[in-house]
């Protein structure tokens, strides 16, 4: 068997999403095209509060409501949601980024804020923590 060129480098074919405090919901590449985002226009979202998880459902319906819509970019896509952000007070931190798959159940895609990464930070659950007490050292 012969030898097969790679020639996709600098690219992520891991169905990854973030979101940031702004609202920007955005897909890589590898979401893009796992998930064929290119034959919708909108989408619909959803918030499960108890378990920090968001559901994206994608529709070409432009009459559904409260439709979001999705944008195409030259890699990847996204989502303007700052009122869906403001609207459930997520508790970001910054950009969080999550594993993104598909629900078979209900059909959704779906992203677990609690298990996201925040972007150069080393800590990773994004639910809040019960407030930190601890004072600075005394370097006397």
Not at 31 to 40: I, P, S, V
Not at 81 to 86: L, P, T, Y
Request: aromatic residues 10%; glycine residues 8%.
């Amino acid at each position: 068997m012969p030898f097969i060129k790679y020639t996709e480098t600098g690219r992520s074919f891991a169905p990854k999403v973030s979101i940031n405090r702004t609202g920007l919901i955005s897909f890589s590449d590898g979401a893009r095209k796992r998930f064929n985002l290119d034959a919708y226009q909108f989408c619909v979202l959803y918030y499960e509060p108890e378990t920090y998880r968001i559901g994206i459902e994608l529709t070409n319906d432009g009459k559904a409501e409260g439709i979001k819509r999705l944008r195409l970019r030259s890699t990847g896509a996204d989502i303007a949601a700052k009122s869906f952000v403001d609207f459930f007070a997520l508790p970001l931190k910054g950009t969080t980024i999550c594993d993104l798959s598909k629900d078979e159940d209900s059909g959704l895609l779906t992203f677990d804020l609690s298990r996201g990464k925040v972007r150069g930070s080393i800590e990773e659950p994004t639910k809040d923590k019960e407030d930190d007490t601890s004072q600075p050292l005394d370097e006397t």
